[in-house]
Nanobody, 125 residues
């Protein structure tokens, strides 16, 4: 089992930045591909970005490319999502997700079997 705990959400103005953290426990860090998903009010969950177990590769949704960056700190057993130039449409609950180790950062949320409890991000216009 993998336990995922997100933190760092909050309220920010459009154009601002936030950094989300995901603390990982239950398995050695680096055993799984990791990622982030989000769900806006009234919408389905969508993939935001992912990183391979080695940290060598990342992938991002087109809507966040160039603005969001995923990274991992193996010493702290934590994954991060740095979000810059935030837009109101980035508002939603952000989930840390983990799935089987893979050479590529899988973009389908169905491939990720572990989910955190979520953290709210609200971007005001």
């Amino acid at each position: 089992q993998v336990q995922l705990v997100e933190s760092g959400g909050g309220l920010v103005q459009a154009g601002g930045s936030l950094r989300l953290s995901c603390a990982v426990s239950g398995r050695p860090f680096g055993s799984n591909n990791m990622g982030w998903s989000r769900q806006a009010p009234g919408k389905e969950r969508e993939f935001v970005g992912g990183i391979t177990w080695s940290g060598a590769r990342t992938s991002y949704a087109e809507s966040v490319k160039g603005r969001f960056t995923i990274s991992s700190d193996y010493a702290k057993k934590t994954m991060y999502l740095q979000m810059n130039s935030l837009k109101p449409e980035d508002t939603g609950v952000y989930y840390c997700i983990a799935g089987p180790a893979n050479a590529v950062a899988v973009t389908s949320t169905r491939e990720y079997e572990y989910w955190g409890q979520g953290t709210q991000v609200t971007v005001s216009s």
